[in-house]
């Protein structure tokens, strides 16, 4: 494997241990507040990830079969314990494929963050199976046909509720701040 590709399979690696990290601490409940904007950041970051995955050429593993990793890991304690730090914001309206079609579709944030999180561990196996081009590979294929447009939703999500979050602010309110400011 070449030095580039071995720069990038631990710079993912890293990357996609520290999404895990955060995502298990927010569906941990133990930070509600901090919830929102440490999954926008864990989200952005996993998306640089997959965009430096998307932008090189096709990582081909060494086998034409992916070697048995072990068990998937079970998402689902995790997906529900995203649901419920994300009640009444988890579902949301999306689009099947914005390229070639304007059906609408529903979504779920906490099912799109533990989507991921699945993807991520899968290649971490591999990677701690000491197969960095499997991890690689995987990592790559899953980007582009599944987690990278999971992201992509989360992301406008998350930035869509933060932005509600800090801008939708009652008008007397803002405007006593305004003159508050203005007039110390």
């Given at each position: 494997?070449?030095?580039?590709?071995?720069?990038?399979?631990?710079?993912?690696a890293?990357?996609?241990?520290?999404?895990?990290?955060?995502v298990?601490?927010?569906?941990?409940?133990?930070?509600?507040?901090?919830?929102?904007?440490?999954?926008?950041?864990?989200?952005?970051?996993?998306?640089?990830?997959?965009?430096?995955?998307?932008?090189i050429?096709?990582?081909?593993?060494?086998?034409?079969?992916?070697?048995d990793?072990?068990?998937d890991?079970?998402?689902?304690?995790?997906?529900?314990?995203?649901?419920?730090?994300?009640?009444?914001?988890?579902?949301?309206?999306?689009?099947?494929?914005?390229?070639?079609?304007?059906?609408l579709?529903?979504?779920?944030?906490?099912?799109?963050?533990?989507?991921i999180?699945?993807?991520?561990r899968?290649?971490?196996?591999?990677?701690?199976?000491?197969?960095?081009?499997?991890?690689?590979?995987?990592?790559?294929?899953?980007?582009?046909?599944?987690?990278?447009?999971?992201?992509?939703?989360?992301?406008?999500?998350?930035?869509?509720?933060l932005?509600?979050?800090?801008?939708?602010?009652?008008?007397?309110?803002?405007?006593e701040?305004?003159?508050?400011?203005?007039?110390?």
């Amino acid at each position: 494997m070449s030095d580039d590709l071995t720069a990038l399979a631990a710079e993912s690696a890293q990357d996609a241990r520290m999404y895990l990290e955060t995502v298990t601490d927010v569906a941990s409940g133990d930070s509600p507040d901090s919830a929102i904007p440490l999954c926008l950041l864990a989200v952005s970051q996993i998306q640089l990830m997959g965009a430096r995955l998307g932008a090189i050429e096709d990582v081909v593993p060494d086998e034409r079969f992916e070697p048995d990793s072990g068990p998937d890991a079970d998402i689902d304690a995790l997906r529900n314990s995203l649901a419920q730090m994300f009640d009444g914001l988890d579902d949301y309206a999306d689009l099947v494929d914005p390229v070639v079609s304007r059906e609408l579709t529903t979504g779920s944030l906490s099912n799109d963050l533990a989507e991921i999180a699945a993807s991520l561990r899968h290649g971490l196996a591999h990677l701690d199976a000491d197969r960095p081009v499997e991890a690689l590979w995987w990592w790559q294929f899953s980007y582009l046909s599944d987690w990278g447009e999971r992201a992509a939703a989360a992301l406008r999500v998350l930035q869509s509720i933060l932005a509600h979050i800090r801008l939708d602010a009652d008008a007397d309110t803002v405007a006593e701040a305004e003159f508050d400011a203005l007039h110390p």
